[in-house]
Each structure stands twice: as C-alpha cells, then as structure tokens.
C-alpha cells in the first residue's frame, strides 16, 4: 500500500508559477514511476507528466511543454511538479498517481492522493 498527499495548490494570476508537492507513506517509494493527472469540472482526468523510478526519464503532456517540470526526490519520498506561466486553461484539480509502468492513462496507476486544486486567473 501506498498513501498520497499532494499539497501546495492555491489561486494565481495568469503567467503565475506554483509548485505542487505529492508526499507517498511507505517505504517502496522509489519502486513506482510516478504522475501527475489533473481533472477539470465536467471533463476526464487528463495525463500532465510522468517520472521514471529513478528520474530519468520524464514524459510531459504537449499542453505544459516547456512550461511545467516534475521532478522527484526518493530520499524524501516526494514528486514535485514545478509549474511556470500558468494559464487559466490549467485550471483543475490535480492528483498524483504511483503505477508500475511507464503509462500516461489513469487506468496504468495504482494508486492516488485526494488532489489539490489549482486556480488560475486570467
């Protein structure tokens, strides 16, 4: 079992920057490739980034290209997702996820946090 909490969304201007934090209890942390999805009222939970186990790889939506950067620290058992130039379109709730696979579909993740809203204004 693993538990996610993601933390540190919040209300921003367009062009505004957050970072997102998701914290995983558990020791196995480093064993799961991790996400991040994010899901807008009335619309399907949509991929925004992944990491690999270790951190090397990272596979990012087109729509935060150059904009958004994940990254991860096993020591601390956390996944960032560092996000630039905000746009009101980023608007949603994001969560986390823990799979086994490399897979930008939710279906490919175990499991998730309860999410943490992300508002942006224009």
């Known amino acids: 079992q693993v538990q996610l909490v993601e933390s540190g969304g919040g209300l921003v201007q367009a062009g505004g920057s957050l970072r997102l934090s998701c914290v995983a209890a558990g020791r196995t942390f480093s064993s799961y490739v991790m996400a991040w999805f994010r899901q807008a009222p009335g619309k399907e939970r949509e991929f925004v980034v992944l990491i690999s186990r270790t951190g090397g790889t990272t596979v990012y939506a087109d729509s935060v290209k150059g904009r958004f950067t994940i990254s991860r620290d096993n020591a601390k058992n956390t996944v960032y997702l560092q996000m630039t130039g905000l746009k009101p379109e980023d608007t949603a709730v994001y969560y986390c996820?823990?799979?086994?696979?490399?897979?930008?579909?939710?279906?490919?993740?175990?499991?998730w946090g309860q999410g943490t809203q992300v508002t942006v204004s224009s």
């Open positions: 996820g823990a799979g086994p696979n490399l897979r930008n579909d939710p279906g490919g993740y175990t499991y």
